[in-house]
Protein backbone atom coordinates (compact mmCIF):
# COMPACT_ATOMS: atom_id res chain seq x y z
CA UNK A 1 0.00 0.00 0.00
CA UNK A 2 2.13 2.99 -0.96
CA UNK A 3 0.64 5.95 0.15
CA UNK A 4 2.23 9.58 -0.29
CA UNK A 5 5.75 8.68 -2.12
CA UNK A 6 7.91 10.74 -4.04
CA UNK A 7 7.29 11.54 -8.09
CA UNK A 8 10.83 8.87 -8.16
CA UNK A 9 9.13 6.54 -5.86
CA UNK A 10 5.70 6.39 -8.48
CA UNK A 11 7.36 6.60 -11.47
CA UNK A 12 9.76 3.56 -10.68
CA UNK A 13 6.71 1.57 -9.73
CA UNK A 14 5.20 2.33 -12.96
CA UNK A 15 8.03 1.35 -14.99
CA UNK A 16 8.39 -1.85 -13.39
CA UNK A 17 5.08 -2.72 -14.50
CA UNK A 18 6.11 -3.47 -17.82
CA UNK A 19 3.00 -3.83 -19.56
CA UNK A 20 2.31 -4.42 -22.93
CA UNK A 21 0.14 -4.55 -25.97
CA UNK A 22 -0.18 -7.56 -27.95
CA UNK A 23 1.52 -7.49 -30.93
CA UNK A 24 -1.01 -7.75 -34.38
CA UNK A 25 0.19 -7.47 -37.56
CA UNK A 26 -1.68 -4.78 -39.82
CA UNK A 27 -2.01 -3.59 -43.14
CA UNK A 28 0.74 -1.12 -43.90
CA UNK A 29 -2.28 1.91 -43.90
CA UNK A 30 -2.90 1.12 -40.71
CA UNK A 31 0.63 1.31 -39.42
CA UNK A 32 1.30 4.77 -39.04
CA UNK A 33 2.26 6.01 -36.10
CA UNK A 34 2.71 2.44 -34.31
CA UNK A 35 6.20 0.72 -32.79
CA UNK A 36 7.33 -2.07 -34.63
CA UNK A 37 7.35 -5.15 -32.64
CA UNK A 38 9.48 -7.38 -34.64
CA UNK A 39 12.37 -6.74 -36.85
CA UNK A 40 11.64 -6.33 -40.59
CA UNK A 41 13.71 -8.53 -42.88
CA UNK A 42 13.93 -7.49 -46.78
CA UNK A 43 12.23 -10.04 -48.28
CA UNK A 44 13.82 -8.94 -51.98
CA UNK A 45 17.00 -7.10 -53.48
CA UNK A 46 16.21 -3.47 -54.45
CA UNK A 47 16.95 -2.41 -56.98
CA UNK A 48 15.85 -5.81 -58.34
CA UNK A 49 17.64 -5.12 -61.57
CA UNK A 50 20.33 -2.55 -62.22
CA UNK A 51 18.63 0.82 -63.80
CA UNK A 52 19.65 3.45 -64.77
CA UNK A 53 20.47 6.84 -62.47
CA UNK A 54 19.77 9.27 -65.82
CA UNK A 55 18.23 9.74 -68.84
CA UNK A 56 20.89 8.87 -71.43
CA UNK A 57 22.79 6.40 -73.22
CA UNK A 58 23.51 3.08 -71.74
CA UNK A 59 27.33 1.94 -72.98
CA UNK A 60 29.66 -0.81 -71.91
CA UNK A 61 32.43 1.21 -70.74
CA UNK A 62 35.54 2.01 -72.39
CA UNK A 63 38.44 4.48 -71.37
CA UNK A 64 38.65 5.22 -75.33
CA UNK A 65 35.55 7.08 -75.54
CA UNK A 66 35.40 6.54 -79.04
CA UNK A 67 31.74 6.93 -80.24
CA UNK A 68 29.19 4.35 -80.36
CA UNK A 69 26.37 3.35 -82.63
CA UNK A 70 22.93 3.71 -80.56
CA UNK A 71 20.91 0.10 -81.68
CA UNK A 72 18.10 0.22 -79.25
CA UNK A 73 15.75 2.42 -77.13
CA UNK A 74 15.07 0.81 -73.61
CA UNK A 75 12.14 2.76 -71.44
CA UNK A 76 10.91 2.42 -67.92
CA UNK A 77 9.21 -0.91 -67.51
CA UNK A 78 10.75 -2.55 -70.22
CA UNK A 79 12.50 -5.86 -70.33
CA UNK A 80 15.26 -6.13 -72.55
CA UNK A 81 16.20 -9.32 -74.03
CA UNK A 82 19.50 -8.92 -75.49
CA UNK A 83 23.63 -8.37 -74.76
CA UNK A 84 24.65 -4.81 -75.71
CA UNK A 85 27.12 -5.22 -78.68
CA UNK A 86 30.76 -4.08 -78.35
CA UNK A 87 30.75 -0.42 -79.79
CA UNK A 88 27.16 0.14 -79.19
CA UNK A 89 25.12 2.00 -77.12
CA UNK A 90 21.30 2.01 -76.14
CA UNK A 91 18.82 5.27 -75.33
CA UNK A 92 18.14 4.81 -71.96
CA UNK A 93 15.19 6.28 -69.29
CA UNK A 94 16.03 6.83 -65.72
CA UNK A 95 14.60 3.66 -63.98
CA UNK A 96 14.67 2.03 -67.29
CA UNK A 97 16.80 -1.78 -66.61
CA UNK A 98 20.16 -1.29 -68.12
CA UNK A 99 20.69 -4.16 -70.65
CA UNK A 100 23.23 -7.10 -70.67
CA UNK A 101 26.71 -6.31 -71.72
CA UNK A 102 26.63 -2.42 -70.74
CA UNK A 103 27.65 -1.23 -67.10
CA UNK A 104 27.30 2.49 -67.47
CA UNK A 105 24.87 5.84 -68.45
CA UNK A 106 26.56 8.72 -69.87
CA UNK A 107 23.37 11.53 -69.08
CA UNK A 108 21.89 12.68 -72.31
CA UNK A 109 23.39 16.83 -71.70
CA UNK A 110 27.12 15.09 -71.73
CA UNK A 111 26.57 13.56 -75.51
CA UNK A 112 26.60 14.67 -79.24
CA UNK A 113 24.60 12.73 -81.33
CA UNK A 114 25.28 12.61 -85.04
CA UNK A 115 22.84 10.52 -86.75
CA UNK A 116 22.91 7.10 -84.56
CA UNK A 117 26.49 7.84 -83.53
CA UNK A 118 27.28 9.31 -79.91
CA UNK A 119 30.13 10.67 -78.73
CA UNK A 120 31.30 12.08 -75.13
CA UNK A 121 33.91 12.50 -73.12
CA UNK A 122 35.47 9.62 -71.27
CA UNK A 123 37.45 11.49 -68.80
CA UNK A 124 34.47 13.41 -66.89
CA UNK A 125 33.08 9.42 -66.45
CA UNK A 126 34.19 6.03 -65.17
CA UNK A 127 33.13 2.59 -64.96
CA UNK A 128 29.23 1.91 -63.64
CA UNK A 129 28.72 5.97 -63.20
CA UNK A 130 24.63 6.47 -62.95
CA UNK A 131 23.80 2.90 -63.00
CA UNK A 132 21.76 1.56 -59.77
CA UNK A 133 23.14 -2.04 -59.10
CA UNK A 134 20.78 -4.44 -58.46
CA UNK A 135 20.68 -4.81 -54.25
CA UNK A 136 22.55 -1.19 -54.22
CA UNK A 137 19.57 -0.36 -51.68
CA UNK A 138 19.37 -3.93 -49.64
CA UNK A 139 19.22 -7.38 -50.41
CA UNK A 140 17.37 -10.25 -49.27
CA UNK A 141 17.50 -10.62 -45.67
CA UNK A 142 18.48 -7.75 -44.19
CA UNK A 143 17.25 -6.20 -41.17
CA UNK A 144 15.82 -2.65 -43.00
CA UNK A 145 13.63 -1.96 -39.68
CA UNK A 146 14.85 -2.55 -36.58
CA UNK A 147 12.17 -3.59 -33.68
CA UNK A 148 10.86 -0.76 -31.75
CA UNK A 149 10.65 1.38 -34.85
CA UNK A 150 8.40 4.42 -34.75
CA UNK A 151 6.51 3.54 -38.20
CA UNK A 152 6.62 7.07 -40.24
CA UNK A 153 5.70 8.03 -43.83
CA UNK A 154 9.26 7.15 -44.66
CA UNK A 155 9.00 3.58 -43.14
CA UNK A 156 5.96 3.10 -44.88
CA UNK A 157 8.09 4.49 -48.17
CA UNK A 158 11.02 1.71 -47.49
CA UNK A 159 8.14 -1.35 -46.75
CA UNK A 160 6.23 -0.57 -49.92
CA UNK A 161 9.41 -0.41 -52.00
CA UNK A 162 9.79 -3.90 -50.71
CA UNK A 163 6.67 -5.04 -51.30
CA UNK A 164 5.54 -5.81 -47.80
CA UNK A 165 2.32 -4.97 -47.56
CA UNK A 166 1.53 -5.74 -43.59
CA UNK A 167 3.40 -5.22 -40.70
CA UNK A 168 3.72 -6.52 -37.17
CA UNK A 169 3.25 -3.67 -34.80
CA UNK A 170 2.03 -3.09 -31.13
CA UNK A 171 -1.56 -1.66 -31.47
CA UNK A 172 -3.19 1.27 -29.90
CA UNK A 173 -4.61 0.63 -26.23
CA UNK A 174 -8.55 0.20 -25.64
CA UNK A 175 -9.12 2.94 -23.16
CA UNK A 176 -12.17 4.33 -21.22
CA UNK A 177 -12.45 7.28 -19.90
CA UNK A 178 -14.48 7.87 -16.76
CA UNK A 179 -15.77 11.07 -15.81
CA UNK A 180 -16.93 11.53 -12.75
CA UNK A 181 -18.79 14.50 -11.07
CA UNK A 182 -22.73 15.89 -11.16
CA UNK A 183 -22.00 19.26 -11.71
CA UNK A 184 -19.81 18.61 -15.06
CA UNK A 185 -21.92 19.66 -18.25
CA UNK A 186 -21.48 18.63 -22.05
CA UNK A 187 -20.44 21.68 -24.35
CA UNK A 188 -23.22 23.11 -25.77
CA UNK A 189 -26.14 23.01 -23.35
CA UNK A 190 -26.48 26.21 -20.93
CA UNK A 191 -25.16 25.92 -17.87
CA UNK A 192 -27.12 25.99 -14.49
CA UNK A 193 -25.93 27.59 -11.47
CA UNK A 194 -23.32 25.44 -9.74
CA UNK A 195 -22.64 23.66 -12.43
CA UNK A 196 -19.10 23.56 -14.87
CA UNK A 197 -18.29 22.67 -18.17
CA UNK A 198 -16.89 19.49 -18.98
CA UNK A 199 -12.44 20.30 -19.96
CA UNK A 200 -11.20 17.12 -18.90
CA UNK A 201 -12.75 14.97 -20.93
CA UNK A 202 -12.05 17.03 -23.98
CA UNK A 203 -8.42 17.76 -23.07
CA UNK A 204 -7.76 13.79 -22.21
CA UNK A 205 -9.33 12.62 -25.77
CA UNK A 206 -7.33 15.38 -27.80
CA UNK A 207 -4.35 14.10 -26.00
CA UNK A 208 -5.07 10.51 -26.33
CA UNK A 209 -5.95 11.33 -30.49
CA UNK A 210 -2.15 13.15 -30.50
CA UNK A 211 -1.16 9.98 -29.59
CA UNK A 212 -2.81 7.96 -32.12
CA UNK A 213 -4.99 6.58 -29.78
CA UNK A 214 -9.04 6.72 -31.48
CA UNK A 215 -10.45 3.68 -29.43
CA UNK A 216 -11.71 5.84 -26.59
CA UNK A 217 -14.76 4.54 -24.60
CA UNK A 218 -16.09 7.83 -22.77
CA UNK A 219 -18.92 7.32 -19.78
CA UNK A 220 -20.76 10.07 -17.51
CA UNK A 221 -21.49 9.12 -13.97
CA UNK A 222 -23.14 10.73 -11.13
CA UNK A 223 -21.32 10.70 -7.45
CA UNK A 224 -23.01 7.63 -6.66
CA UNK A 225 -20.91 4.76 -5.81
CA UNK A 226 -22.91 1.90 -7.05
CA UNK A 227 -23.13 3.23 -10.41
CA UNK A 228 -19.21 4.61 -10.12
CA UNK A 229 -18.81 0.90 -8.99
CA UNK A 230 -20.85 -0.67 -11.90
CA UNK A 231 -19.74 1.47 -14.63
CA UNK A 232 -15.71 0.74 -13.63
CA UNK A 233 -16.43 -3.01 -13.76
CA UNK A 234 -17.79 -2.28 -17.37
CA UNK A 235 -14.54 -0.53 -18.56
CA UNK A 236 -12.11 -3.01 -16.86
CA UNK A 237 -13.84 -5.57 -18.96
CA UNK A 238 -14.01 -3.54 -22.31
CA UNK A 239 -10.47 -1.88 -22.43
CA UNK A 240 -6.94 -2.19 -21.64
CA UNK A 241 -6.22 1.29 -19.38
CA UNK A 242 -9.00 2.98 -17.67
CA UNK A 243 -8.58 6.71 -16.82
CA UNK A 244 -11.21 8.02 -14.03
CA UNK A 245 -11.28 11.81 -13.41
CA UNK A 246 -12.58 13.39 -10.18
CA UNK A 247 -13.82 11.63 -7.16
CA UNK A 248 -10.41 10.47 -5.75
CA UNK A 249 -9.99 12.87 -2.74
CA UNK A 250 -11.72 12.75 0.50
CA UNK A 251 -14.75 14.04 0.60
CA UNK A 252 -18.04 12.62 1.11
CA UNK A 253 -19.15 12.44 -2.66
CA UNK A 254 -15.71 10.73 -3.31
CA UNK A 255 -16.49 7.21 -4.49
CA UNK A 256 -13.64 6.42 -6.78
CA UNK A 257 -11.17 4.57 -4.80
CA UNK A 258 -13.74 2.38 -2.90
CA UNK A 259 -15.22 1.46 -6.33
CA UNK A 260 -12.09 0.52 -7.79
CA UNK A 261 -11.09 -1.60 -4.60
CA UNK A 262 -14.86 -3.42 -4.56
CA UNK A 263 -13.53 -4.16 -8.60
CA UNK A 264 -10.14 -5.54 -7.20
CA UNK A 265 -8.00 -3.34 -8.61
CA UNK A 266 -5.01 -3.69 -6.74
CA UNK A 267 -4.01 0.01 -5.47
CA UNK A 268 0.11 0.74 -7.16
CA UNK A 269 -0.03 3.89 -5.24
CA UNK A 270 -2.10 7.06 -3.97
CA UNK A 271 -1.26 10.06 -3.32
CA UNK A 272 1.68 11.79 -3.98
CA UNK A 273 4.83 14.72 -3.10
CA UNK A 274 3.53 16.58 -5.92
CA UNK A 275 1.37 19.81 -7.28
CA UNK A 276 -0.65 19.78 -8.33
CA UNK A 277 -1.98 16.06 -8.52
CA UNK A 278 -1.12 14.76 -4.82
CA UNK A 279 -4.61 12.47 -5.05
CA UNK A 280 -3.67 10.29 -7.99
CA UNK A 281 -4.45 6.91 -7.57
CA UNK A 282 -3.05 4.34 -9.76
CA UNK A 283 -3.86 0.58 -9.59
CA UNK A 284 -3.73 -2.58 -11.68
CA UNK A 285 -6.12 -5.23 -12.42
CA UNK A 286 -4.54 -8.21 -13.81
CA UNK A 287 -2.82 -6.81 -17.25
CA UNK A 288 -4.78 -3.23 -17.16
CA UNK A 289 -3.58 -0.28 -15.66
CA UNK A 290 -6.29 2.25 -14.24
CA UNK A 291 -5.58 6.02 -12.98
CA UNK A 292 -7.69 8.03 -10.95
CA UNK A 293 -6.67 11.53 -11.73
CA UNK A 294 -7.70 14.07 -9.60
CA UNK A 295 -10.65 16.20 -10.79
CA UNK A 296 -8.70 19.28 -11.07
CA UNK A 297 -7.87 20.45 -15.09
CA UNK A 298 -4.53 20.85 -14.46
CA UNK A 299 -3.50 18.17 -12.37
CA UNK A 300 -5.66 15.49 -14.39
CA UNK A 301 -3.08 17.18 -17.73
CA UNK A 302 -0.22 16.90 -15.24
CA UNK A 303 -0.55 13.58 -14.17
CA UNK A 304 -1.41 12.62 -17.56
CA UNK A 305 1.89 13.76 -19.32
CA UNK A 306 3.92 12.22 -16.04
CA UNK A 307 2.62 9.05 -15.46
CA UNK A 308 -0.17 8.29 -18.04
CA UNK A 309 1.07 8.69 -21.48
CA UNK A 310 4.86 7.29 -20.80
CA UNK A 311 2.53 3.86 -19.30
CA UNK A 312 0.61 3.90 -23.14
CA UNK A 313 3.34 4.55 -24.95
CA UNK A 314 5.17 1.64 -23.13
CA UNK A 315 2.03 -0.61 -24.27
CA UNK A 316 2.60 0.53 -27.70
CA UNK A 317 5.78 -0.42 -27.78
CA UNK A 318 7.63 3.03 -27.76
CA UNK A 319 11.63 2.12 -26.22
CA UNK A 320 11.77 5.17 -25.87
CA UNK A 321 8.53 6.04 -23.15
CA UNK A 322 10.26 7.19 -19.85
CA UNK A 323 12.77 8.91 -21.93
CA UNK A 324 14.93 11.91 -19.54
CA UNK A 325 13.10 14.83 -19.90
CA UNK A 326 15.39 17.65 -21.76
CA UNK A 327 17.04 20.37 -19.95
CA UNK A 328 16.82 24.09 -20.33
CA UNK A 329 17.27 27.19 -18.49
CA UNK A 330 14.99 28.98 -16.48
CA UNK A 331 14.33 32.42 -17.23
CA UNK A 332 13.89 34.07 -13.65
CA UNK A 333 14.80 33.14 -10.20
CA UNK A 334 12.16 30.85 -8.29
CA UNK A 335 11.20 29.90 -5.04
CA UNK A 336 9.45 27.17 -3.54
CA UNK A 337 8.42 26.71 -0.01
CA UNK A 338 6.73 23.25 0.46
CA UNK A 339 8.78 19.88 0.08
CA UNK A 340 6.42 18.75 -2.70
CA UNK A 341 7.71 18.51 -6.75
CA UNK A 342 5.86 20.98 -9.02
CA UNK A 343 4.46 20.71 -12.08
CA UNK A 344 4.32 24.47 -13.69
CA UNK A 345 2.90 25.20 -17.09
CA UNK A 346 5.74 26.66 -19.31
CA UNK A 347 7.05 28.28 -22.35
CA UNK A 348 10.10 27.55 -23.98
CA UNK A 349 11.16 31.08 -25.30
CA UNK A 350 14.67 32.07 -26.85
CA UNK A 351 15.88 28.58 -25.43
CA UNK A 352 14.66 29.90 -21.64
CA UNK A 353 12.02 28.26 -19.66
CA UNK A 354 9.08 31.17 -19.29
CA UNK A 355 6.88 29.83 -16.43
CA UNK A 356 3.24 30.82 -17.04
CA UNK A 357 1.11 32.72 -14.16
CA UNK A 358 -1.97 30.75 -13.11
CA UNK A 359 -0.54 27.74 -11.41
CA UNK A 360 -3.31 26.88 -9.21
CA UNK A 361 -4.69 23.45 -10.00
CA UNK A 362 -8.22 24.77 -10.94
CA UNK A 363 -6.79 27.43 -13.50
CA UNK A 364 -6.93 26.06 -17.41
CA UNK A 365 -5.46 29.26 -18.67
CA UNK A 366 -1.17 28.69 -18.74
CA UNK A 367 -2.86 25.13 -20.38
CA UNK A 368 -4.39 27.41 -23.09
CA UNK A 369 -0.44 28.79 -24.54
CA UNK A 370 1.92 26.08 -22.55
CA UNK A 371 4.10 24.20 -24.64
CA UNK A 372 4.67 21.72 -21.82
CA UNK A 373 5.54 21.00 -17.93
CA UNK A 374 8.53 21.91 -16.16
CA UNK A 375 9.49 20.10 -12.83
CA UNK A 376 10.79 21.69 -9.98
CA UNK A 377 12.53 19.38 -7.87
CA UNK A 378 10.62 18.08 -4.43
CA UNK A 379 13.74 19.70 -2.57
CA UNK A 380 14.44 22.62 -4.33
CA UNK A 381 13.92 25.86 -2.13
CA UNK A 382 15.38 28.14 -4.53
CA UNK A 383 16.53 28.49 -8.53
CA UNK A 384 18.71 30.84 -9.54
CA UNK A 385 18.31 32.71 -12.71
CA UNK A 386 19.56 30.05 -15.37
CA UNK A 387 19.63 27.32 -13.44
CA UNK A 388 18.08 23.81 -15.63
CA UNK A 389 15.32 22.23 -15.23
CA UNK A 390 13.66 19.39 -16.86
CA UNK A 391 10.46 20.44 -19.36
CA UNK A 392 8.20 17.84 -20.68
CA UNK A 393 6.63 18.81 -23.82
CA UNK A 394 3.15 17.78 -24.68
N1 LIG B 1 -9.98 18.02 2.53
C1 LIG B 1 -9.29 17.88 1.41
N2 LIG B 1 -9.83 18.28 0.28
C2 LIG B 1 -9.14 18.16 -0.88
C3 LIG B 1 -7.86 17.60 -0.86
C4 LIG B 1 -7.31 17.17 0.37
O1 LIG B 1 -6.19 16.67 0.45
N3 LIG B 1 -8.08 17.31 1.47
N4 LIG B 1 -7.16 17.53 -2.02
C5 LIG B 1 -7.48 18.55 -3.00
C6 LIG B 1 -6.79 18.29 -4.22
S1 LIG B 1 -5.13 18.55 -4.18
C7 LIG B 1 -7.42 17.95 -5.34
S2 LIG B 1 -6.53 17.86 -6.79
C8 LIG B 1 -8.82 17.70 -5.40
C9 LIG B 1 -9.11 16.39 -6.14
O2 LIG B 1 -10.42 16.06 -5.95
P1 LIG B 1 -11.17 14.92 -6.68
O3 LIG B 1 -10.29 14.08 -7.48
O4 LIG B 1 -12.01 14.25 -5.70
O5 LIG B 1 -12.02 15.71 -7.75
P2 LIG B 1 -13.42 16.40 -7.62
O6 LIG B 1 -13.59 16.85 -6.21
O7 LIG B 1 -14.42 15.54 -8.19
O8 LIG B 1 -13.17 17.63 -8.55
C10 LIG B 1 -12.17 18.57 -8.27
C11 LIG B 1 -12.41 19.81 -9.10
O9 LIG B 1 -12.31 19.51 -10.45
C12 LIG B 1 -13.49 19.86 -11.15
N5 LIG B 1 -13.75 18.89 -12.21
C13 LIG B 1 -14.02 17.59 -12.04
N6 LIG B 1 -14.24 17.00 -13.23
C14 LIG B 1 -14.12 17.94 -14.15
C15 LIG B 1 -14.25 17.95 -15.56
N7 LIG B 1 -14.56 16.84 -16.26
N8 LIG B 1 -14.01 19.10 -16.23
C16 LIG B 1 -13.71 20.24 -15.54
N9 LIG B 1 -13.57 20.29 -14.20
C17 LIG B 1 -13.79 19.16 -13.51
C18 LIG B 1 -14.57 19.82 -10.09
O10 LIG B 1 -15.69 20.56 -10.42
C19 LIG B 1 -13.81 20.35 -8.87
O11 LIG B 1 -13.76 21.75 -8.91
O12 LIG B 1 -9.36 17.60 -4.14
C20 LIG B 1 -8.97 18.68 -3.27
N10 LIG B 1 -9.70 18.56 -2.06
O1 LIG C 1 -3.89 18.16 -7.33
MO1 LIG C 1 -4.46 19.25 -6.33
O2 LIG C 1 -4.95 20.03 -7.69
O3 LIG C 1 -2.77 19.32 -5.90
O4 LIG C 1 -4.64 20.91 -5.82
Redesign the pocket.
Known amino acids: MKEFITVTEAKTILKSQRIKGKTAVLPLSESLGKFTSSAVLAPMDVPSFDNSGMDGYAIAWDETGEGREVTEVIQAGANPDFVLGKGKAVRIFTGAPVPQGADTVIPQEHITRTDNMIFFDSAVFFRGANVRRRGVQCKVGWEVVPLGTKISPGTIGLLASLGITEVEVFPSPKVSLI ?3 D ?2 IDLGNPLQPGQ ?6 PALIAYLELMGIADCQIYKVKDEESEVTRIVSEALVNSDFVLL ?7 DF ?1 FVKGSLEKNGVEQLFYKLKQR ?4 LFVGRKSEKLVFAL ?4 A ?1 VLSCFIQYVKPSLLEWMGNPDAWTEPQLFPIEKDFDKKVPLTFFLKAKVQEGKIHLLPGQE ?2 NLLPFGVADGLVEIPQDAEHLEEGSSVAFYPW
Open positions: LTGEIIYNANGTGGISVGDPGKPPGNPSSF
